[in-house]
């Protein structure tokens, strides 16, 4: 039982470039959720989902997709990376919903963009 | 606006003293209150959770208090140690919400 993963740990991305944060649970959860951790602030919610083939927007949602097409995977697209993404990223799982069961959170994607 | 502010921003103890950290809050209606420890290139790790109607919750050294009145938290540290040096989120969780409202977190240093 990994709990959730995600990969890779460090990246570093040139203005423009796209690419993918991924992220794996693999306690059977519906709700997946993806952050961005910023200096001085609180995470704040990109995206979000209740379960496969369900996804919506958070508050910051602009410059990233997800999609689910599956329980265990919520992959973080990053359309035309800008230096304001530079943050780092974690994905959290949980059985039911955020309002009342345990969130778990992966190990989080350093991302530096250039 | 953030919904959730902690104080102190940062705090150094020595080994084998006690800190308490604060957190007030504006969510409403409230579902529950979490308090996170996250260390150093890691993800936040779970501590207490506490619905409205609790008012104190412990885990080992780790005592959280909650006033839903006042709408105040507190997380209590008794006899730190140096692994207990971490960020410490306070977590809101809104009633029927689907989103965590996070504060921007207590960072401790614990000298020896």
């Known amino acids: 039982n990994a709990g959730v993963t995600q990969t890779p740990k460090f990246q570093v991305l040139k203005t423009g470039q796209s690419m993918t944060l991924q992220c794996a649970q693999d306690?059977?959860?519906?709700?997946m959720s993806w952050y961005r951790q910023d200096p001085g602030m609180g995470l704040r919610l990109i995206h979000y989902?209740?379960?496969?083939?369900?996804?919506d927007q958070g508050e910051v949602p602009n410059g990233y997709n997800v999609s689910r097409s599956t329980t265990e995977d919520f992959p973080l697209r990053l359309l035309s990376a800008a230096p304001s993404q530079t943050s780092v990223y974690f994905c959290a799982s949980s059985y039911e919903g955020a309002w009342d069961t345990e969130a778990f959170f992966g190990q989080g994607t350093r991302l530096t963009v250039v | 606006k953030n919904q959730v502010e902690q104080s102190p921003q940062s705090l150094i103890i020595l080994e084998g003293k006690n800190c308490t950290l604060q957190c007030n809050y504006t969510v409403s209606p409230f579902s529950n209150l979490r308090w996170y420890k996250q260390d150093t290139g890691r993800g936040p790790v779970s501590l207490t959770i506490?619905?409205?109607?609790?008012n104190t919750k412990s885990n080992g050294r780790y005592t959280a208090t909650l006033d839903a009145d006042t709408k105040q938290s507190s997380l209590h540290i008794t006899a730190s140690q140096l692994s207990d040096s971490a960020s410490y989120i306070c977590v809101v969780v809104g009633l029927g919400d689907y989103k965590l409202s996070f504060g921007a977190g207590t960072t401790v240093t614990v000298r020896a």
């Open positions: 306690m059977n959860h519906e709700y």
């Open positions: 506490m619905t409205f109607s609790e």
């Open positions: 989902s209740v379960g496969a083939g369900i996804t």
